[in-house]
């Protein structure tokens, strides 16, 4: 419980907020602009770039570190010469890294974009998230604040936001832009199933805020009672994400609804859930369930399933932008962990599930939510149409986040909702494919050098003339992990998917 000091404390922190958030309004101009289709900037923008992840999954350094470097497509903002980055990471980033990013930049010099680039690390190799490593230096908060020329044009871009991130951006004294953690509700499965019954948005039959076996027991029973075929259920924690924390359970030859053995019939099936994450067990499960609550719902299923997300915006405006739609790409014991994207969505459906996004989108800027945002559906072909379910909101950056930025910073172009269509400035159509999940224990072999000769060698790197090739990401981990992620961005969707597939056999050809 909250102690009155704590609460007073708390309320101070979120006046001085506040008041830095109005700033965001004058500023979404520079922000806005930064976008390399946009009008350049005289005044000079820094972007204080945290790439923090707060989340129950165990991520030992070198995985931390790869995804804290995910975010290093916001280095391609360096073309326009107006614009300052500070990067913040746990460690130190390689200069062979930095450079592979700035080599790819057009229209600038590299020491013009170097001169404007500024990394600075707790040099911290703990696995707690690096927001926190940063509260706990005082001197390195002045640091990077004193790299700020003009706090009044410059704005924190986190990846996901927690307390910890607003007081991190009250700090330095500069705006946030990303979601208030006041919202932090609308993101969870709880939160966003009661917003999607809300929005009178189809997802699927469930039952939320789920904080105990019993709870949970109940809540199957009476979907079961309410439809009598349910033959899987998936349950999941409030606040997992890509999949992890998620478990599956199968609901088929149990003694029928309502009949008085169900509920111990139930109780003992729980105990054969199917869990995404292979090391978790069913005491720690039920005992994070507890304390952090969730859901149950129908497991969708059928022949022609597919997983589409859309992703949005608001500006400080309130403006709701809809920015693109992506085929996920799932994997994992039960399908529902995330391993990369295809963009854009099947235009058969891509417009049916940007509509329904929209009306998310609309009640979120009503509601004052700022930044990007995106939401994820299963769509299943009936015999006549498509029918969409809403699955979720990730109330922040995610997975599919840094593809289209890639693709956006380095084109300039922009996604048509209605068609389905992303064109360069040019009116060039572009595709592309996505995955942060290139495993394989012979990838270690390969140095991060290695792997940009190798697509240097294979002419595969990112060609400006062409606007396809391939963007590397996740690099610091293929040596460790034996994992890196990469865009590969085609005229085509076929082409998209050749590039990949070409790029994954030199590679493994290579490592072998």
């Known amino acids: 419980m909250q102690t009155k000091y704590a609460k007073k404390e708390q309320t101070a922190l979120y006046k001085k907020f506040d008041v830095l958030q109005k700033k965001l309004v004058p500023l979404w101009e520079q922000i806005g602009s930064s976008d390399p289709g946009g009008t350049f900037i005289e005044d000079e923008n820094t972007m204080v770039v945290l790439p923090s992840l707060t989340v129950d999954i165990k991520l030992d350094f070198a995985a931390q570190q790869a995804y804290e470097e995910r975010m290093l497509f916001m280095l391609f903002l360096l073309r326009q010469p107006h614009v300052r980055i500070i990067y913040l990471t746990s460690a130190p980033i390689q200069k062979e890294i930095i450079d592979y990013y700035l080599d790819i930049l057009p229209s600038v010099s590299i020491s013009s974009a170097r001169r404007r680039l500024i990394q600075i690390s707790p040099h911290d190799l703990s696995d707690r998230p690096l927001v926190k490593k940063l509260l706990e230096r005082p001197k390195l908060i002045e640091q990077i604040r004193n790299a700020i020329p003009n706090l009044e044009m410059a704005h924190l871009a986190p990846f996901m936001t927690t307390d910890m991130e607003r007081d991190f951006a009250v700090q330095l004294g500069i705006p946030m832009y990303a979601a208030d953690p006041r919202f932090f509700a609308f993101g969870t499965k709880s939160g966003c199933r ?105 497991l969708i299923s059928g022949d022609d399933l597919f997983s589409p997300s859309v992703q949005l915006r608001i500006a400080p405006t309130g403006k709701v932008e809809l920015l693109s739609t992506h085929d996920q790409i799932l994997g994992g014991p039960s399908g529902q962990t995330y391993m990369g994207a295809r963009f854009p969505a099947n235009p058969e459906y891509g417009p049916m599930i940007t509509h329904e996004a929209e009306k998310i989108g609309n009640r979120f800027a009503k509601e004052g939510v700022v930044g990007r945002f995106a939401l994820d559906f299963v769509v299943l072909r009936s015999r006549w149409r498509w029918e969409q379910y809403a ?3 990730n109330l922040r950056k995610g997975g599919t986040t840094h593809p289209y930025l890639t693709l956006h910073f380095l084109t300039g172009g922009n996604f048509d909702a209605n068609k389905g269509v992303y064109k360069t400035l040019q009116g060039h159509a572009k595709y592309y494919v996505a995955t942060d999940a290139l495993k394989s224990e012979a990838f270690k072999k390969l140095t991060p050098q290695e792997l940009f000769d190798i697509v240097s060698n294979h002419r595969l790197h990112f060609d400006h003339t062409s606007h396809t090739g391939i963007v590397l990401h996740m690099i610091s981990s293929v040596s460790t992990l034996g994992k890196l992620g990469l865009t590969a961005i085609g005229n085509s969707p076929e082409h998209a998917e050749e590039i990949y597939q070409k790029f994954v056999e030199v590679l493994e050809e290579a490592a072998n």
């Open 194 to 298: 009661q917003v999607f019954s809300e929005e009178g948005i189809q997802h699927p039959q469930g039952a939320e805020n789920i904080f105990s076996r019993d709870d949970l027991v109940q809540s199957l029973s009476q979907m079961r009672a309410q439809k009598p075929e349910i033959e899987k259920a998936i349950i999941k924690h409030n606040d997992g994400v890509s999949g992890f924390g998620n478990a599956t359970l199968d609901l088929s030859g149990l003694p029928k609804p309502e009949a008085a053995e169900e509920k111990t019939a139930l109780e003992e099936r729980l105990k054969e859930m199917q869990f995404e994450l292979a090391e978790v067990d069913y005491d720690w499960y039920m005992k994070e369930l507890e304390t952090k609550g969730g859901i149950a719902e129908e």
């Open 391 to 393: 699955i979720e909101v």
